[in-house]
Nanobody, 126 residues
Framework: QLQLVESGGGLVQPGGSLRLSCAAS????????IGWFRQAPGKERERVSC?????????NYVDSVKGRFTISRDNAKNTAYLQMNSLKPEDTAVYYC??????????????????WGKGTLVTVSS
């Protein structure tokens, strides 16, 4: 069964850190574009960060998280990560990881991914 499972969400105070994990099963992540997306209540799902397959070498971030969040992958563990530092209340959302086969191109949008996890809730509040 092909699936992505996120973990690592929770409640954190402003200024704190969390590391989200995205474990893949049924396929290997190293040939996939990986994306982290988030959706806050009443808002559309937005792209947070994407990275290429292992052979690509690019990463990008939405402006609001640049310098605070870092996307990475561990191919040996078939897992992707999103390290989130200096968290702000406006980062509160359900965070989803997603993957797109790299042979289909590097598009990384909420509408172009092949597989999605079910999400993990991040709440930043004092």
């Amino acid at each position: 069964q092909l699936q992505l499972v996120e973990s690592g969400g929770g409640l954190v105070q402003p200024g704190g850190s969390l590391r989200l994990s995205c474990a893949a099963s049924g396929f290997t992540l190293d040939t996939y574009v990986i994306g982290w997306f988030r959706q806050a209540p009443g808002k559309e799902r937005e792209r947070v960060s994407c990275m290429s397959s292992s052979s690509g070498g690019w990463r990008n971030y939405v402006d609001s998280v640049k310098g605070r969040f870092t996307i990475s992958r561990d191919n040996a563990k078939n897992t992707a990560y999103l390290q989130m530092n200096s968290l702000k209340p406006e980062d509160t959302a359900v965070y989803y990881c997603a993957a797109r086969a790299s042979f289909r191109g590097s598009l990384c949008t909420p509408y172009g991914m092949d597989y999605w996890g079910k999400g993990t809730l991040v709440t930043v509040s004092s």
